[in-house]
Structures are given as C-alpha cells and as structure tokens.
C-alpha cells in the first residue's frame, strides 16, 4: 500500500496491526500495510505482531507516531 493510500484509510485514532521492524533506545518501528510508524517509548523484539493506535500523522513527511493499543 502506498502512502496516499494509507492516509485515505486511516486517520488518528484509529487501532491498527502492525509488525515491529526495529527496536530503538527511543521506541520501536512497526510497519502495517507497507507504512513504517515509531512507537515512542515502547519496546518490542523484532518480528513481534502488536496492536497500535494511531497518534499522530504527519502527511508532508510521510511520517506517524503510535502508542499501545
């Protein structure tokens, strides 16, 4: 999926499925739906299928933020 396919879909607020891609001293990347998004301030090992809502969504640098659903 593409970026501007994920912003059609899904809006802050919204609790999706993800996949953790890397741990950080800082949080965790997870990726759902071909989109990468930091969990700040949570800590999952790689590989790790975890439930995150969705806080923030930054359009102009493809970015959004996550916490633990």
């Known amino acids: 999926m ?3 396919e ?3 879909r899904h809006q802050a607020g919204d609790v999706i499925e993800g ?3 890397a741990e ?3 949080g965790s990347f997870v990726e759902s739906e071909g989109v990468t998004g930091l ?3 949570e800590s999952w090992p790689v ?3 975890v439930s995150v809502r969705i806080l923030e ?3 102009e640098k ?3 933020s996550l916490a633990s659903a």
């Open 57 to 59: 969504i930054d359009p």
């Open 6 to 8: 994920f912003l059609a």
């Open 47 to 49: 590989g790790t299928r």
């Open 39 to 41: 969990a700040y301030q």
């Open 62 to 64: 493809q970015r959004f």
């Open 24 to 26: 950080v001293p800082f």
């Open 19 to 21: 996949v953790v891609t």
């Open 2 to 4: 593409s970026w501007q």
